[in-house]
């Protein structure tokens, strides 16, 4: 009973990285497109 109660643990903590991580790459992306878009409309 604990060995699964742990290996649920350890999968919730890698996913919730990912999905963190994900946030997070989303976020440059778009903020990186958006400073990209508005250089090239001062141009």
């Known amino acids: 009973m604990y060995s ?5 643990t350890q999968f919730f903590n890698s996913f919730s990285t990912m ?3 994900h946030i997070h790459s ?4 778009v903020t ?7 250089c090239g409309g001062l141009k």
């Open 4 to 8: 699964s109660i742990i290996s649920n």
């Open 26 to 29: 989303a976020y440059y992306l």
């Open 32 to 38: 990186f497109y958006s400073f990209r878009n508005s």
């Open 19 to 21: 999905t963190c991580f």
